[in-house]
């Protein structure tokens, strides 16, 4: 079946700088690829998808790219603040898997030092 | 709008004793899951309900846990005989459209519920 992992576990970055998060998949067949951000005490929250069609997306100050080749995808945080703290997921869904499987990373905490 | 909400926010009980969570989804949200995540860790994948088709409980890790989803909107997670090791948060989430659908698939997720057994 499907595996995603995340690396790093945590991450430290100064505010202003740039922060990526990697994930790789084990499945061919995956399509969707999304990226959730936890806050404390909160649930995940979507906060930008990709599809096998697109190489790369942005969204402001966040940005996914996809190599499906290699069966990477990343997160790129520029010019970063302190309200991106928090824990990231990424995940790789699947058309030919079950239909209940999205499969999530491990998580990457993210700190955002002053 | 109302997001998913679930109740209670927070558990603690005795080792040994039963417990129930509950979910309200989105309204009309056909697709509903539940996770585990423990401390630190990633979301573990439990059940999954899609409309009236029977539920995916390839993710429970033991019989002393169940899933209902009534009328399909609320849902309840009960946990019989509870361990030490189900201390844990169990989020639930809901979406419009399940994964492998062209349609638009993001899980919507509530903020959780703290189960600590004692």
């Known amino acids: 079946g499907e595996n995603v992992e995340q690396h790093p576990s945590t991450l430290s970055v100064q505010e202003g700088d740039s922060a990526v998060i990697k994930c790789t998949y084990s499945d061919s067949a995956s399509n969707y690829f999304p990226w959730y951000k936890q806050e404390l005490g909160k649930g995940p929250q979507l906060i930008i998808d990709?599809?096998?069609?697109?190489g790369e997306k942005k969204d402001q100050r966040i940005a996914v790219t996809l190599n499906k080749t290699a069966k990477h995808f990343s997160l790129h945080i520029t010019e970063t603040q302190p309200e991106d703290s928090a824990v990231y997921f990424c995940?790789?869904?699947?058309?030919?898997?079950?239909?209940?499987?999205?499969?999530f990373g491990s998580g990457t905490r993210l700190s955002i030092r002053p | 709008g109302a997001g998913v909400s679930q109740s209670p926010s927070n558990k603690v009980t005795e080792k040994g004793k039963d417990v129930e969570l509950r979910c309200d989804p989105i309204s009309g949200h056909t697709a509903l899951y539940w996770y585990r995540q423990s401390l630190g860790q990633g979301l573990e994948f439990l059940i999954y309900f899609q409309g009236n088709s029977a539920p995916d409980k390839s993710g429970l890790p033991s019989d002393r846990f169940s899933a209902e989803r009534t009328g399909g909107s609320v849902s309840t997670l009960t946990i019989q005989r509870t361990q030490q090791e189900d201390s844990a948060v169990y989020l639930c989430?809901?979406?419009?459209?399940?994964?492998?659908?062209?349609?638009?698939?993001?899980?919507?997720f509530g903020p959780g519920t703290r189960l600590t057994v004692l």
């Open positions: 990709i599809r096998s069609n697109v």
């Open positions: 995940a790789a869904s699947s058309p030919y898997s079950s239909a209940s499987k999205i499969i």
């Open positions: 989430a809901s979406s419009l459209f399940p994964p492998g659908t062209s349609g638009k698939h993001e899980q919507f």
